[in-house]
């Protein structure tokens, strides 16, 4: 099985900036689909970005385009998110997530393992 666990969240001030990290317990980066996702309070989990390693391909949400950045480093095991011009609707419950890549190697719809989450507020 797979863990992840994600670490950087905090409270900041709109306009700030915050660096997630999701280490993962082992290496599963190889044809699968490492995202993270969102939970505001009243609002549907949101996909605010992901990283197709089968293609290389990344996705951003538009709420946060031109603003977040997704890397991860393989040798660490470690995903990342950069989260700059931060705004207020930024804020919510942050996931890190795998997906196995589907049998045509695009990302799901639904991954298969999560993280516990780490709380970003924005202010």
């Known amino acids: 099985d797979v863990q992840l666990v994600e670490s950087g969240g905090g409270s900041v001030q709109a306009g700030g900036s915050l660096r997630l990290s999701c280490a993962a317990s082992?290496?599963?980066?190889?044809?699968?689909?490492m995202g993270w996702f969102r939970q505001s309070p009243g609002k549907e989990r949101e996909r605010v970005a992901h990283i197709n390693n089968g293609d290389g391909s990344v996705y951003y949400a538009d709420s946060v385009e031109g603003r977040f950045t997704i890397s991860q480093d393989g040798a660490k095991n470690t995903l990342y998110l950069q989260m700059n011009s931060l705004k207020p609707e930024d804020t919510g419950t942050y996931y890190c997530?795998?997906?196995?890549?589907?049998?045509?190697?695009?990302?799901?719809?639904?991954?298969?393992?999560w993280g516990q989450g780490t709380q970003v507020t924005v202010s």
């Open positions: 082992k290496y599963i980066y190889f044809r699968y689909c």
């Open positions: 997530a795998a997906g196995r890549l589907t049998w045509n190697g695009r990302c799901p719809n639904n991954f298969g393992y």
